[in-house]
């Protein structure tokens, strides 16, 4: 057994050395360059302004990855690559893969962060860059454009047949969840709530996907400004308790409920942890992902978001869930008429 466990262990070491590929490929812009053509190794290195040694080896990793193929004329995108990193697409991941890059590089400080109990100051020293909330928020977008459709699917029957639905997105982001809404119920009318910057970002995917009438959006604070008096039927929290600690999760989550109408509904999204916080994979890899990247953001438990709706006054809270074609898990929970 211990050749499997070493074996094993070395396979890890090689995801990580399999990523920084894909990361670097994209950052260096190989899959934009080469499109849906075939391009030398000389042209692609002038368009990357990349040594063309460097640049032979990088490419034939990605080869042997199946993200590029390697033809007598030059180098092309592979499948995957042409579905996914080339070009826009509804499935493109480009923005997040090149966000990655600046994860990775965090991530090498995970020692230290644990050391800590929270991330190093040197794991903001990209945010400053006025770039930085843009390609932050396009990033989200990708990770969020498959997984939209299926959470407006999900919150279908809480959202109101007989006359206009209106929903406010707290935190809201990109505003991929609001277009989803509009998309799939005409009669939705949201509201992209977040800081000015972030709504900047918003305001352009929303024109792009054609949804600007029904879908605005709010530039503020949510720990601040009023989220509204009673005036909403669904308010989303995705990806927002995570960044807050139990005190300021408990005074958001009042202000949530208190900016909807009774009967309304508020979704919370996240990677949520099982009860004795060891899986699944990818909740526990985000809760450190949390450690390396914010003050005091975590991964939550279902039961303890629960608790915390139940605390402030909403009922009912409880998990519902979709697994094809993407796994979506919400946690929902209803004011009080």
């Given at each position: 057994m211990g050749?499997?466990?070493?074996?094993s262990?070395?396979?890890?070491l090689?995801?990580?050395r399999s990523?920084r590929v894909l990361i670097?490929?994209?950052?260096?812009?190989?899959?934009?360059?080469l499109?849906?053509g075939t391009?030398?190794?000389?042209e692609?290195?002038?368009?990357?302004?990349?040594?063309?040694?460097?640049?032979?080896?990088?490419l034939?990793?990605?080869?042997?990855?199946?993200l590029?193929?390697?033809?007598?004329?030059?180098?092309?995108?592979?499948?995957?690559?042409?579905a996914?990193l080339?070009?826009?697409t509804?499935f493109y991941?480009?923005?997040l893969v090149?966000?990655?890059?600046?994860f990775?590089?965090?991530?090498?400080?995970?020692?230290?962060?644990?050391?800590?109990g929270?991330?190093?100051?040197?794991?903001?020293?990209?945010?400053?860059?006025?770039?930085?909330v843009r390609?932050?928020?396009?990033?989200?977008?990708?990770?969020?454009?498959?997984a939209a459709?299926?959470?407006?699917?999900?919150?279908?029957p809480?959202?109101?047949?007989?006359r206009?639905a209106r929903v406010?997105?707290?935190?809201?982001g990109?505003?991929?969840?609001s277009?989803?809404l509009a998309?799939?119920?005409?009669?939705?009318?949201?509201?992209?709530?977040d800081?000015?910057?972030?709504?900047?970002?918003?305001?352009?995917l929303?024109?792009?996907?054609?949804?600007?009438e029904?879908?605005?959006?709010?530039?503020?604070?949510?720990?601040?400004?009023?989220?509204?008096?009673?005036?909403f039927?669904?308010?989303?929290l995705?990806?927002?308790?995570?960044?807050?600690?139990?005190?300021e999760?408990?005074?958001?989550l009042?202000?949530?409920?208190a900016?909807?109408?009774p009967?309304g509904?508020?979704?919370?999204?996240?990677?949520?942890?099982a009860?004795d916080?060891?899986?699944?994979l990818?909740?526990?890899?985000?809760?450190?992902?949390m450690?390396?990247?914010?003050?005091r953001?975590?991964a939550?438990?279902?039961?303890?978001?629960c608790?915390?709706?139940?605390?402030?006054?909403?009922r009912?809270?409880r998990?519902?869930e979709?697994?094809e074609?993407e796994?979506?898990?919400?946690?929902?929970?209803?004011?009080p008429?």
């Amino acid at each position: 057994m211990g050749y499997e466990y070493r074996r094993s262990i070395l396979e890890l070491l090689q995801n990580y050395r399999s990523a920084r590929v894909l990361i670097a490929c994209a950052e260096l812009g190989v899959f934009e360059a080469l499109g849906t053509g075939t391009v030398t190794p000389e042209e692609l290195a002038r368009r990357t302004g990349t040594d063309p040694t460097g640049l032979a080896r990088l490419l034939n990793a990605a080869v042997a990855l199946g993200l590029l193929e390697k033809r007598p004329d030059g180098y092309a995108n592979g499948p995957v690559a042409l579905a996914c990193l080339a070009q826009e697409t509804d499935f493109y991941v480009g923005n997040l893969v090149r966000r990655e890059g600046v994860f990775y590089r965090r991530w090498v400080r995970l020692d230290e962060a644990v050391r800590r109990g929270t991330r190093p100051p040197e794991n903001v020293q990209d945010e400053p860059d006025p770039r930085w909330v843009r390609d932050f928020e396009l990033a989200l977008y990708d990770a969020a454009r498959t997984a939209a459709p299926v959470v407006a699917d999900l919150l279908g029957p809480f959202i109101p047949a007989n006359r206009p639905a209106r929903v406010i997105d707290i935190g809201g982001g990109h505003g991929a969840y609001s277009i989803a809404l509009a998309q799939r119920y005409p009669n939705v009318e949201a509201v992209v709530f977040d800081l000015p910057p972030v709504v900047e970002v918003a305001a352009e995917l929303i024109g792009r996907a054609g949804v600007a009438e029904r879908v605005k959006v709010q530039a503020g604070n949510f720990k601040n400004d009023s989220l509204g008096n009673a005036e909403f039927d669904l308010a989303l929290l995705f990806g927002v308790l995570v960044a807050e600690d139990e005190a300021e999760a408990g005074r958001l989550l009042r202000r949530s409920l208190a900016a909807l109408k009774p009967g309304g509904i508020v979704a919370v999204r996240e990677f949520f942890l099982a009860e004795d916080r060891t899986g699944p994979l990818d909740a526990v890899l985000f809760d450190l992902h949390m450690l390396v990247s914010t003050d005091r953001g975590r991964a939550h438990t279902v039961r303890e978001v629960c608790g915390w709706l139940e605390a402030v006054g909403f009922r009912e809270p409880r998990l519902i869930e979709a697994i094809e074609p993407e796994p979506v898990r919400l946690v929902v929970a209803r004011r009080p008429a």
